[in-house]
């Protein structure tokens, strides 16, 4: 089996996105499932770190681990914010693509609203389940 590599090529020129994603997804495997068992050094929240405070990203790293082990509670006890923004995200991009400004506009408002309030609430006492846990 021969690969025709100028079709191959013309591909790559064609959609450089398909490339560049595929290439971060491939490094974020290899981030996810070589880098962090071997080391054990994963990347810090830097305001988590400085402030003490959960950020609304806190947990995503351990959210992507529990996912690729399809451990879907888990993935949600660490950071439920994913699964609040994905739909979000899907209807935005669904509105983009049939050029609805004023529908993706409100979808990105609401996004960001939701972002912030998820932060905010994460670090209240109150809603101490929101903050990233371990489930036994």
């Known amino acids: ?3 025709n590599w100028h079709k191959f090529k013309l591909n790559i020129q ?3 996105k398909l490339v560049w994603s595929s290439l971060l997804g491939i490094g974020g ?3 996810l499932k070589i880098w962090l068992p071997v080391t054990q050094i994963g990347i810090p929240c830097v305001f988590h770190e400085l402030t003490g405070f959960y950020c609304p990203g806190c947990g995503m790293t351990r959210v992507a681990l529990s996912l690729l082990h399809l451990d879907l509670y888990q993935a ?3 950071n439920p914010l994913i699964f609040l923004i994905s739909p979000l995200y899907i209807i935005y991009t ?7 400004p ?4 409100v979808m990105l408002i ?3 609203a939701v972002t912030l309030i ?3 609430f994460r670090n209240i006492p109150l809603f101490v389940w929101l903050a990233p846990t371990i489930v036994p």
């Open 14 to 16: 064609r959609n450089p």
């Open 110 to 112: 609401v996004m960001l």
């Open 118 to 120: 998820f932060g905010l």
């Open 76 to 78: 949600f006890r660490y």
């Open 102 to 105: 004023r529908s993706s506009h």
């Open 29 to 31: 495997l290899l981030y």
């Open 1 to 3: 089996m021969s690969i």
């Open 94 to 100: 669904i509105a983009n693509k049939k050029r609805l």
